[in-house]
């Protein structure tokens, strides 16, 4: 196994989003000889945490700090408004799928159709080879060509949120942070005199400012009344909208009286019809099969039931499994059960280090049903 | 900046002294900017009495515009006359003063070269002579080129003794700009577009009147526009302004040579290519160094993108603070459409384009314009 050699001078586009990861990949793609111009991604119409007036779109701080690392660099920096694509491809389903009572990954969604697509496709259209992003995941040139592989560091892996990436869009990424530490990063920045280097990282939705996503979401989908009820289907209390609550969720359910046993709830199920959001114990969460769809596959689509892992959620454990694909849908059985898995995440499965293949959970299984 | 400007200003950048303080050093000091301010003048068809520095064109025209709109309230003046077409330097104390203090603004249409109607602007004024406390029309557009009819525009102000400004930042250099001549009440000018220092610059502004001032404090500039005098900026515009002023006409022929070629050769390839702005040359029509071309489907900003990585420097319209690029307010006010302004560039030659660079231009356009509409098309499908 040996890390992709770079394949001489490559005309590249940095995505700089501001942050020092972007900016220290950025400067790895320079080193390593490629032709390197930044760009920015300006991608929120959120016009109060955002937009700048009336001329306004992003954030002005992260506009500045990517720019300044690309003047650092000493190359060339443009901002492409990806906002009307980011809005219907990422902020819309994000909308959609917590309506439908399912729980997107925007992360992911922004990876599979903004920045590996239509940054991606603009880049080729003016010439360019391809992209390079400060996101954590190795690219390995395979016996069949490009593999992504998890990062070294472990807890910054981005394998997961890149897993819908088909081969065409990884043939033309280029991740050079896949074989760092964090730690590492950041001296790195620091030694090479980037003003980011002890930026805070970030971790919210970024369309979402304040991080409150329920409150962002009851903005877009207005009261829908519903009720909270216990697996014998008592009311516990009412609520003003299905989609404030995800699978597996226990925090801020107030539900006031306490459990016979006096255990924490958790949501069990949301029924996006009828408003019914289901609660009960943590065991009751559990899962021991998935059924997925939608699947993407690194090689050709496996043919019998195979070993591998799999990961549910972004920053999630790994979870044995045996897959099976059969007429196109995928079966997940778990070998060791999960908790909490809600429909609309992605399954990304890896064999040891590398991605397998990924698909959409679309149904779960529970070790204890449902009524 | 032209070695004559460099030279003045390393001359007197080593000079002790305030030109305001009365010692020999002050003295000395102050020789220098009043001798600097009478060639200055001079070359303006101004008196030296009107000539207040600025930090440049941007603060000019802010005492022009917020300046004559607070002294007019006092006589009633709260409408201010502007073209469409105006540098934001203009447009944003405009509409500053129309929130801010109530101010009432018309803003004078163009046409699709670009150029004032004066015919509506005539109209404005004598709807209402004593309500207007200023009408301001560049002398000639920055990003086309137009040159604007600025002796009718102050011929249908003056028959109602209404005050007229013009930015003549643009002009200056490179066509006959004189102040006394024009009939203006207040000029502005820089002195980086000529060749000079980035941070000064003027506004003309005739003896008997009084615009309220921006910054209060020494009472510097005939206590318009108060501020240590920059001495050494001052030099050195007065130098820029003499090179250029003696070289204009044999420069303006060479640019206005270089830009012909120039819009020929994208002419021919590229058909679709559209030349904006005033069709004739000519003093009264256009800016020799300025080419104004909007290339149908395709977006400026990857242009650039790709001329500049070919070392060929060129702009569009402007970028918001976060650098997203709008499309500019002058092609939309000669009635193109957004998506055809956000496909126009300006290319602008100056005292150091060779005619290799137009070649080097010309050169690299195909292969841009190519991607660029490709790069669009991903996106509009059209």
């Not at chain 1, 990954?105 to 603009?122: G, M, Q, T, W």
């Not at chain 1, 059985?333 to 992605?346: K, N, S, V």
């Not at chain 2, 509409?95 to 699709?112: F, K, N, P, Q, S």
Request: aromatic share 4%; with cysteine; net charge negative.
């Amino acid at each position: 196994m040996k890390v992709i050699a770079a394949p001489a001078r490559r005309r590249l586009i940095a995505a700089l989003s501001g942050g020092v990861d972007s900016a220290v990949a950025a400067a790895r793609a320079v080193d390593a000889g490629h032709d390197v111009t930044g760009v920015h991604l300006a991608l929120s119409r959120n016009p109060r945490s955002y937009r700048s007036g009336a001329r306004g779109c992003c954030s002005l701080e992260d506009s500045h700090d990517a720019r300044r690392a690309a003047d650092l660099l000493g190359i060339p920096f443009y901002v492409w408004d990806m906002s009307d694509e980011f809005a219907d491809a990422v902020v819309d389903d994000f909308v959609s799928e917590y309506e439908a009572g399912r729980t997107p990954n925007p992360c992911l969604r922004c990876n599979e159709s903004i920045k590996f697509a239509a940054v991606l496709d603009r880049a080729l259209a003016l010439g360019f080879d391809g992209v390079a992003t400060g996101h954590y995941a190795r690219l390995v040139e395979g016996p069949a060509g490009v593999e992504m592989h998890r990062a070294v560091d472990a807890g910054k892996d981005q394998s997961y949120v890149l897993g819908v990436l088909t081969k065409e869009q990884l043939e033309r990424s280029l991740f050079p942070l896949g074989g760092s530490v964090k730690s590492d990063v950041r001296a790195e920045a620091a030694a090479r005199g980037l003003s980011v280097a002890q930026k805070p990282d970030s971790h919210d939705i970024c369309f979402i400012a304040d991080g409150d996503n329920a409150g962002w979401l009851a903005e877009k989908l207005g009261r829908r009344a519903g009720a909270i009820v216990d697996e014998d289907g008592a009311i516990l209390r009412e609520h003003d909208g299905a989609y404030a609550f995800t699978i597996g969720q226990r925090r801020g359910l107030r539900l006031g009286i306490p459990a016979d046993d006096g255990q924490p709830r958790y949501v069990l199920d949301i029924e996006p019809v009828s408003g019914m959001v289901t609660v009960g114990p943590r065991d009751h969460l559990e899962v021991d099969g998935l059924e997925c769809i939608k699947p993407l596959w690194a090689g050709a689509v496996p043919s019998d039931p195979f070993e591998c892992t799999v990961q549910l959620r972004a920053h999630g454990d790994e979870h044995r499994a045996v897959v099976n694909v059969v007429d196109g849908s995928v079966h997940v059985q778990l070998t060791d059960p999960a908790f909490g898995i809600a429909p609309g995440q992605a399954c990304v499965i890896y064999d040891g280090t590398r991605v397998v293949g990924s698909a959409t959970i679309d149904r779960t299984r529970r070790t204890a049903a449902v009524p | 900046m032209v070695p004559e400007a460099i030279a003045a200003f390393a001359e007197h950048a080593g000079r002790i002294g305030n030109a305001s303080s009365l010692h020999d050093a002050g003295r000395s000091v102050r020789r220098v900017v009043e001798e600097s301010r009478e060639r200055i003048a001079d070359r303006l068809g101004a008196l030296p009495s009107e000539v207040v520095f600025t930090s440049g064109g941007t603060e000019a025209n802010n005492l022009a515009i917020k300046g004559f709109a607070w002294a007019g309230r006092a006589d009633g003046r709260n409408r201010l006359c502007v073209s469409a077409i105006e540098h934001h330097a203009v447009l944003d104390p405009v509409d500053w003063v129309l929130e801010h203090d109530g101010a009432e603004v018309a803003t004078i249409r163009v046409d699709v070269a670009g150029r004032i109607d004066v015919e509506v602007l005539t109209r404005e004024i004598a709807a209402d002579p004593g309500s207007v406390a200023l009408v301001s029309v560049m002398w000639a557009n920055n990003e086309v080129g137009t040159v604007q009819p600025i002796a009718a525009v102050v011929a249908a102000a003056a028959e109602h003794g209404v005050r007229v400004h013009s930015d003549a930042v643009q002009a200056v250099g490179h066509l006959d700009v004189d102040f006394a001549q024009s009939g203006l009440d207040a000029m502005t000018v820089t002195a980086h577009k000529l060749g000079g220092p980035v941070g000064i610059g003027a506004l003309l502004v005739r003896r008997e009147l009084d615009p309220t001032p921006l910054l209060h404090g020494g009472g510097q500039e005939r206590q318009v526009r108060s501020g240590t005098v920059p001495a050494p900026l001052i030099a050195s515009f007065a130098a820029a302004l003499d090179v250029a002023m003696t070289r204009r006409e044999d420069l303006s022929g060479r640019l206005e040579a270089m830009r012909s070629r120039l819009q020929a050769g994208i002419c021919a390839l590229d058909p679709l290519a559209i030349v904006n702005g005033d069709p004739e040359p000519g003093p009264d029509h256009r800016l020799p160094h300025i080419l104004h071309v909007a290339f149908p489907g395709c977006e400026a900003e990857t242009l650039l993108l790709m001329l500049d990585a070919e070392g060929i420097a060129c702009s569009a319209g402007s970028a918001c603070a976060a650098g997203v690029p709008q499309a500019s307010h002058v092609p939309l006010a000669m009635g193109l459409d957004a998506a055809t302004a956000r496909g126009s560039l300006r290319f602008s030659f100056g005292h150091t384009s060779r005619d290799a660079d137009v070649d080097a231009v010309l050169a690299a356009l195909p292969a841009a314009i190519e991607r660029s509409r490709a790069a669009s098309f991903l996106r509009t499908g059209r």
